[in-house]
């Protein structure tokens, strides 16, 4: 009969779990076995018995009959056979006194013939003849050449294939009688011959639950550097004391060990760790883990992978700033929302490199500032998949921004950036703080700069600085008031939100179109606010106005009015006015003195008008002119006889005609017309 016993690890239909409890369950006869999966989507519940959760996890725990078929459990020696020559093995003997070249008492198979369970391969009626494969059936049978071993996924449960010395939870390696200890001691130093080449060993998802397994595993592998337990869950910590085997510094070259998904405290790694004297790349991903409560004990680390945990902030990461040999720090699909600009100043990763920011919860691009202080020799950033890289209309757009704000930054996402595209970034957010700061009075300058954009100081020495085009009028003294006006919805600079992608269209319906008449103008019948992505195309435009007014789409004309004036071309204005003019029916024209003048002289003036260019008047450059008592005119404002104050429906409607653009039928993005966040509408029945 079967003996279970909590933290058992057992392998049901290739999946694996954990037992957490054994015993009845309420409501049920006989007895159960609560497990935990390692796939958490496997299971039905959180397991709940007695008030306790079995798992942390809702979707995690099940509970099984103990009479349920459970995969059988292999030894190292039978794992490797399984993957690498299951087809050519019939014995697995483990004798000492065999000299082959290959795994003890294995002989390969030296001929061509065929087992008796291999299948004919044949097309079209021919078999097909497999030439040169008995080479690499011998080359893999030889396990003393392999250099890297995958053994995941083979139920591993460690040097011998019960968890040493029998399965119970209470008993401990010391105590085991002497011929398991024997046959234990003999299986590790098997293994040792059979395959002294591995380099690289993979054990993850396997049934593996003592640690002195895998210390009795490395012991005598010499040339191991790679070292991966993923996916697996140990239970007991101890390290057997044996008169006939030194196990004493069994990893004392082994650089990489990958630790995900193991679900072990932070103290139980570090306790784990500080057995890697050469360890360089530590990955540590998927353990749930929210802090570093306490140093890394091995100080080679170059390389820490803490990604897919449950890391909110950098002030929870503490403990690793003193970690000096640290050079890449990877925090991908964590939980950072920020990036505090207030952090004392003894947290800093003197010697970062590489950081991993990337599918996090980093909703403002002001938070990439204040990586800076931090890591103050950052060289390469990963920031993808953040809410504020979707925020920016431009993807080009936050990549420049990003690279503006890490003065040390040689690579972002991957991407070399090059010294124009340094000096494109700088510059560009330049432009942007200024218009930042054109809102706010002179007073709040000092504190956006050093809570937002620390290096505008620097940008200013290295290019120039901005002239901030501020408003006295309009100057804003409330920093309630101040920062509502900085939201995206109030000011279109980088900072933008969801709501920058929306156009305001205030659509109108003229009274004579609501009459159902073909002509526009006349008093408004009707008004609505629509606001809707800027991306969407003038067919959905349409539908949408369609709706708002009860009237068929197909039907509707969408004018734009701009709201600007256009010149009329040179001469026709003239000339328009000469034939609309009352004085028109007899040929004359009324002068500026009174007198009167034919319309020859009219066309003549045109004549003369055409030869020497256009009037000055119709001129649309804006220069200054300063009069004698010093008051400054606009030179436009002059000649065209329209002052500042002067409502724009009192240009002249001869010379200037107002801007309007119709939305026409197609798949083009109103965008494409329309740059701003508002629009008038008008709408006609065409």
Not at 533 to 562: C, M, N, Q
């Amino acid at each position: 009969m079967a003996i279970f016993y909590k933290g058992q690890r057992l392998s049901v239909q290739d999946s694996r779990c954990t037992v957490r409890y054994i015993g009845e369950v309420k409501n049920t006869k006989g007895s159960w076995l609560g497990v935990e999966w390692d796939d958490v989507t496997k299971g039905k519940h959180a397991g709940e018995h007695d008030g306790k959760g079995l798992s942390t996890s809702s979707t995690a725990a099940s509970f099984i009959r103990p009479t349920r078929p459970f995969e059988q459990r292999r030894n190292f020696l039978e794992a490797l056979k399984a993957r690498y020559a299951s087809d050519l093995i019939d014995s697995f003997q483990t004798s000492e006194d065999s000299n082959d070249a290959g795994i003890a008492g294995i002989a390969p198979r030296q001929s061509s013939a065929r087992l008796p369970n291999e299948k004919l391969i044949s097309i079209s009626g021919k078999v097909v003849e497999e030439v040169g494969f008995d080479k690499i059936r011998k080359q893999l049978s030889t396990f003393g050449e392999l250099k890297i071993v995958l053994l995941d996924k083979l139920c591993l449960g460690g040097v011998q294939a019960e968890p040493f010395p029998f399965a119970t939870s209470a008993a401990t390696l010391d105590d085991a009688p002497s011929e398991r200890m024997q046959a234990w001691i003999h299986s590790v130093q098997t293994l040792g011959r059979v395959c002294p080449k591995i380099v690289e060993l993979d054990l993850g998802r396997n049934l593996l639950e003592r640690w002195a397994d895998v210390v009795g595993i490395c012991k005598v592998l010499r040339e191991l550097r790679v070292l991966k337990l993923n996916f697996n869950r140990f239970n007991d910590f101890s390290v057997p004391r044996f008169p006939d085997l030194d196990l004493s510094d069994p990893f004392v070259d082994v650089e990489e060990l990958y630790l995900d998904d193991t679900l072990l405290e932070w103290d139980q790694m570090n306790h784990l760790i500080s057995t890697f004297p050469s360890l360089k790349r530590l990955s540590l991903s998927s353990n749930t883990l929210l802090t570093t409560p306490s140093p890394l004990v091995c100080q080679t680390i170059t390389t820490l992978n803490l990604s897919h945990n449950h890391i909110s902030s950098l002030q929870s990461l503490q403990a690793l700033s003193g970690t000096l040999s640290l050079k890449s720090l990877s925090l991908r699909s964590n939980m950072i929302t920020s990036i505090a600009n207030d952090l004392s100043s003894s947290l800093s990763f003197l010697n970062i490199q590489h950081l991993d920011l990337s599918s996090n919860l980093l909703a403002s691009i002001a938070s990439i500032s204040h990586i800076q202080p931090h890591f103050p020799r950052l060289e390469s950033l990963l920031t993808s998949h953040n809410p504020f890289t979707k925020f920016l209309k431009d993807p080009k757009e936050t990549h420049l921004l990003t690279i503006a704000r890490i003065e040390t930054l040689t690579s972002l996402n991957y991407s070399t950036i090059t010294p124009e595209e340094r000096q494109n970034a700088d510059i560009y957010y330049l432009t942007t703080i200024a218009k930042q700061l054109a809102i706010v009075p002179e007073h709040a300058e000092a504190n956006i700069v050093k809570s937002e954009h620390p290096r505008y100081p620097r940008l200013c020495k290295l290019y120039y600085t901005p002239t901030i085009a501020r408003s006295d009028s309009h100057a804003i003294t409330d920093m309630n008031t101040i920062q509502e006006q900085m939201k995206p919805d109030n000011l279109n600079i980088y900072e933008r939100t969801p709501a920058a992608r929306l156009i305001t269209f205030d659509v109108y319906l003229p009274a004579r179109t609501a009459s159902h008449s073909h002509k526009s103008g006349g008093a408004i019948a009707e008004c609505r606010t629509l606001r809707l992505p800027r991306h969407i195309t003038s067919y959905r435009l349409k539908a949408f106005v369609g709706d708002a007014f009860g009237l068929p789409p197909t039907k509707l004309k969408l004018i734009w009015e701009t709201g600007e004036w256009d010149p009329i071309a040179k001469g026709f204005g003239r000339q328009k006015f000469a034939l609309s003019s009352p004085d028109t029916v007899t040929g004359t024209k009324s002068s500026e003195n009174g007198q009167t003048k034919s319309s020859k002289e009219i066309l003549h003036e045109e004549e003369d008008d055409e030869k020497w260019g256009p009037p000055e008047s119709d001129s649309d450059e804006e220069v200054s002119q300063e009069s004698t008592d010093g008051a400054r005119l606009k030179k436009k404002e002059v000649l065209t006889g329209v002052s500042k104050g002067d409502d724009a429906e009192e240009r002249d409607p001869l010379r200037w005609a107002r801007r309007e653009i119709e939305l026409l039928n197609g798949t083009r993005e109103v965008g494409f017309w329309i740059e701003g966040r508002g629009a008038k509408i008008r709408v006609e029945l065409g």
